[in-house]
């Protein structure tokens, strides 16, 4: 009787805990309420995202279109898992944006009305290996307006969430931005002299980025002595503003506190204007900035410095033909990029001849992001002497210790440069004649996006132009046209657009074993080093020696203590040599058994955790048991 009672009321239980769970998965499902424990908030949207969905005042429709085809080749497997990380970032979309945002998912198998609707919005079916077109994309659209991701590229994963949100914000604003660039230099050409004899005499076309950027914007030229800046700029892009006065840069104060965003390109060193010795730079040499605003923004360029950096320095070739180091012309690779900004997230590359530094802190009210750095081995070295080879650079340099700020974006309330007013009326005396209507402070939150280099923009660092039969061939030699049209899609478009994040990555590296491995490298390179060290002291001593023979023909013979002298180092070659190999194999037993350990330590931590948890049960159960 005991025993039926224990097996109705075990089976009772199981059934009441079933139900229990169940309602508190329909109480909890009811309400939208969703916490987001991992920490780099991989599963929440961004701020910017949330501000563009609150701003809708209409249903946008966004269509996902994921082929579900019964193949099962790696590459779909692939693609499809990705679309399941798509359709969870929509839901994220839809948990903000409520009934305006509607989400429909089509899988356009061949010859389907899913298929023609995906070609009808833009669509690129990629071509799988076993022949199969597999479509992975979406298409926001707004009343008559339509926005395509025309395939969803998994290895562009961080930028997933600024595109999609860039998608409605264009279908919500259709009409083309306003840009304005201003520049003391030729980037939208140049035409013949018409008072120079025309023959052989040939104009210049824009620089390609001002080609790009009139294909996507509405370009306007501005001035370089403006008095004023429109405010109908989405955003003013400002290329090597040498010998700007101060009344233009006045101008760009006032239009940065009415609100407006700026992207400024200065430059302590241009090859570019160096190279030209072009007169439209209205004698301001080969050096730019905006000393007025950046010191009332906290920050300070110097124009008589440039960044050297032997970790990031690229090889151009002399006069002979031969490849020479130039530590002061940068070549930076991700780790001098910010991976975690969108405008930089998919950078890999960045060539920066002579660039400046950003020191300082931001003025009270603004914040600071840095978009691009140096390693902790650069300098700051004389402008001057950085045209003088990679030698002459590294002759007596010395490292900083730190990561100088080549690029860097603030954000915030910012306070006017000139807070006399406009430089035009502080010569009057008359008080009655002077109308100090400037602004102090800007109206609302802005951005300004500064770049210690100028060079970076100019076709001769960014692209490589061959003829061919066919024409000019152009191939871009790295990334420096991606980040400036990152740069102004980013400030030129929705002031939400700044505030985006990009997606944050899930990998959780091993911390521990990285450190292990620089730790072993940097003192295998101490080793080295020594070595090194060693190998030019007993080449003085040979030199010592040898200078001590009187007799030419005794020169060539090597003396007693000459060889003692290369005994000697060839015993210390081997024995670092041997330590070195040591030191290898010591770090590479100690990485596995940490690997090896932590393996364990992931594979066995749940089951012990149950497994102590229902022993402890069993133990209070038995104590209660017995207590009856």
């Not at 954000?411 to 035009?424: L, R, V």
């Not at 393996?599 to 402890?616: D, E, H, Q, R």
């Amino acid at each position: 009787m005991r025993k039926k009672s224990a097996i109705l009321y075990s089976s009772a239980g199981v059934i009441l805990m079933l139900i229990l769970v169940v309602a508190v998965n329909v109480i909890f499902g009811a309400f939208p309420f969703r916490a987001d424990l991992t920490q780099e908030k991989a599963y929440t949207l961004s701020p910017g995202s949330k501000a563009v969905l609150k701003k809708l005042e209409g249903p946008v429709t966004i269509r996902f279109y994921c082929t579900q085809g019964e193949s099962a080749t790696p590459e779909t497997v692939f693609l499809k898992d990705y679309s399941h990380t798509v359709e969870d970032l929509l839901h994220e979309y839809k948990q903000v944006a409520g009934r305006d945002l509607i989400i429909q998912k089509f899988d356009p198998e061949p010859d389907s009305d899913a298929e023609d609707s995906a070609r009808l919005d833009g669509l690129e079916p990629q071509q799988m290996p076993d022949g199969d077109d597999f479509y992975l994309g979406l298409c926001v659209s707004y009343a008559d307006q339509r926005a395509a991701i025309p395939f969803l590229d998994p290895n562009q994963e961080k930028m997933l969430e600024y595109d999609i949100t860039r998608a409605i914000t264009t279908v919500l604003e259709p009409e083309k931005p306003t840009i304005g660039i201003m520049s003391s230099l030729p980037v939208f050409g140049e035409q013949p002299d018409p008072e120079m004899p025309a023959q052989g005499q040939q104009g210049s076309p824009p620089w390609t980025i001002v080609q790009q950027l009139q294909q996507d914007y509405n370009v306007q030229r501005v001035p370089m002595d403006a008095t004023n800046i429109d405010d109908d700029l989405n955003a003013l892009v400002i290329i090597f503003p040498a010998g700007i006065s101060d009344q233009a840069q006045y101008a760009i104060d006032q239009f940065v506190l009415r609100g407006g965003k700026l992207i400024a390109f200065l430059d302590p060193q241009s090859a570019y204007a160096s190279r030209q010795q072009n007169p439209m730079m209205g004698g301001g040499g080969a050096s730019a900035s905006l000393d007025k605003l950046l010191n009332a923004w906290g920050l300070q360029f110097d124009t008589t410095k440039v960044v050297a950096d032997p970790d990031f320095k690229m090889q151009l070739q002399n006069e002979q033909g031969q490849a020479v180091d130039a530590p002061a012309w940068l070549a930076l690779t991700p780790e001098g990029i910010n991976q975690n900004d969108i405008v930089t997230g998919e950078i890999d590359s960045l060539w920066l001849p002579m660039a400046g530094a950003f020191t300082g802190n931001p003025a009270p009210g603004l914040k600071e992001t840095v978009l691009l750095h140096s390693s902790k081995d650069a300098a700051l070295v004389d402008s001057v002497m950085a045209n003088m080879g990679g030698d002459t650079v590294m002759n007596g340099f010395k490292a900083a210790g730190t990561n100088y700020a080549l690029a860097v974006r603030l954000t915030g309330i910012f306070k006017t440069a000139f807070p006399e007013g406009d430089p035009m009326d502080t010569g009057k005396t008359n008080s009655l004649a002077r109308t100090d209507d400037s602004l102090k402070l800007s109206k609302i939150p802005t951005s300004v996006v500064l770049v210690g280099d100028s060079d970076l923009l100019a076709d001769d660092f960014s692209l490589r132009k061959t003829d061919s039969p066919f024409g000019e061939l152009v191939n871009p030699m790295n990334a420096n046209l991606d980040f400036a049209q990152n740069l102004v899609g980013q400030m030129a478009g929705d002031s939400s657009l700044i505030g985006l994040r990009s997606r944050a990555s899930l990998s959780r590296p091993f911390t521990r074993v990285k450190q292990m491995e620089a730790a072993a490298e940097a003192s295998g390179q101490a080793k080295i080093d020594a070595l090194q060290q060693s190998l030019s002291d007993t080449q003085e001593r040979l030199n010592e020696l040898q200078q001590q023979k009187t007799d030419k023909d005794q020169r060539l013979i090597l003396s007693p203590q000459q060889e003692a002298e290369i005994d000697n180092f060839r015993k210390q070659q081997a024995e670092v040599s041997r330590e070195l190999r040591q030191a290898q194999k010591d770090l590479r037993r100690e990485v596995v058994s940490l690997e090896t350990r932590l393996t364990w330590l992931n594979i066995l931590a749940m089951p012990f955790a149950v497994t102590a948890a229902g022993v402890a049960m069993a133990v209070v159960k038995r104590r209660k048991t017995s207590a009856k």
